[in-house]
């Protein structure tokens, strides 16, 4: 299967250890001297609809690449899901 960079804003980022959606692969790393791929860059998500920035960018070095697919890219790395923190309930008294 032959991939340009294009087509890979077009492909979900799923982690294989957890089965985590990551993002779309938004960006690429290329080394420049070498010629190869560095890592993916998946963007953060945007916070409160993009009005207070976003969240922290996920890179992904190209050796924690499992599997390009039609769809999606399978990574197996440590990357950790971005939950949301639980909301504290304040008692008013």
């Known amino acids: 299967m032959v991939c340009r960079i294009a087509d890979l804003r077009h492909k979900e980022v799923i982690n294989k250890s957890n089965g985590c959606r990551l993002g779309f692969a938004d960006d690429v ?10 890592c993916i860059i998946v963007y953060g998500r945007p916070k409160y609809f993009g009005f207070f920035g ?8 190209w050796s924690e690449i499992e599997l390009i697919g039609e769809d999606t890219i399978l990574v197996c790395s440590d990357i950790k899901s971005q939950q949301k923190k639980p909301r504290q309930q304040k008692v008013f008294s």
């Open 54 to 61: 976003r969240g922290e960018d996920i890179i992904i070095p």
């Open 29 to 38: 790393e290329i080394d420049t001297c070498t010629s190869q791929v560095k």
